[in-house]
C-alpha cells in the first residue's frame, strides 16, 4: 500500500503541531521495545521548540485524514561536539568518536505510527530529511527491526554501549 506523500515542514507549523506529533510519537514508541512514558512524552514535546530553533533543522512529516502519520526531524551536529548535556553523556558512552560527529548531520527523531509502517514511509521521511552530508543517529539494540531498517539502507554500528548503538551513515 503507498503511504502518504512526505512533504517538508516549516518550523512554525511544526510547532502549531505539536499535539498531532506528540500523538505519533506516543504511537510509535509507547509499546516495547521502547516502553516510552508519557513523562518521556512530554518531554520529548517540550523539546521541539529548542530543536526547532538549532543550525541545520530540517523536517519532514506526512499527513494522512489530517492526521500525521510520521515526521523525521535532524539538526546539524555542532563543531566542535560540546562536551556537555547530551553530546557529554554521549561522549561518555561512545568515547572518541562523538568528536568525529561534529558538523555531521544529526538525525533526532524519526517516527512512523504503527499502521502507517511497512509500506516505505520510514525511509521516505529519513531520506527527505537527510542531504549528502555525513549523518548520524542513536538508537537502542533491543530495537531489532529498527535495527534492521537502518543496517538495510546503509547505516552502520560506529559504537554500542548498555543497549544503545550510535549509527553512521557516509
Known amino acids: ?6 512533504e517538508y515542514a516549516e518550523p ?11 500523538d505519533v510519537y506516543s504511537a510509535a514508541f509507547s509499546g516495547p521495545p521502547w516502553d516510552e ?4 512524552v512530554r518531554t520529548f514535546v517540550a523539546s521541539v521548540p529548542d530543536w526547532t530553533a538549532r543550525d541545520g533543522f530540517v ?7 489530517d492526521a500525521i502519520a510520521g515526521f523525521a526531524f535532524r539538526v546539524r551536529t555542532p563543531a566542535p561536539v560540546p562536551s556537555d548535556g547530551f553530546y557529554g553523556l554521549l561522549r561518555d558512552r561512545f568515547g572518541a568518536v562523538v568528536d568525529d560527529l561534529a558538523g555531521a548531520v544529526e538525525v533526532v ?5 504503527p499502521d502507517a509502517r511497512g509500506g516505505g514511509l520510514g525511509r521516505t521521511l529519513l531520506t ?3 542531504d549528502d552530508s555525513p549523518a548520524w543517529l542513536v538508537t537502542r539494540t533491543a530495537a531489532t527491526a529498527t535495527m534492521a531498517f537502518y543496517a538495510r539502507l546503509g547505516w552502520q554500528v560506529q559504537a ?9 551513515h557516509p
Open 1 to 6: 500500500m503507498p503511504h502518504p506523500p512526505v
Open 109 to 113: 527523531e524519526l517516527a512512523v505510527r
Open 128 to 130: 527527505t530529511v537527510l
Open 12 to 22: 512554525a507549523p511544526f510547532l502549531a503541531a505539536l499535539d498531532d506529533l506528540a
Open 59 to 65: 523536517a519532514a512529516w506526512a499527513r494522512e485524514h
Open 160 to 168: 554500542e554501549d548498555d543497549g544503545l548503538a550510535l549509527l553512521t
Open 37 to 40: 512514558s508519557a513523562d518521556q
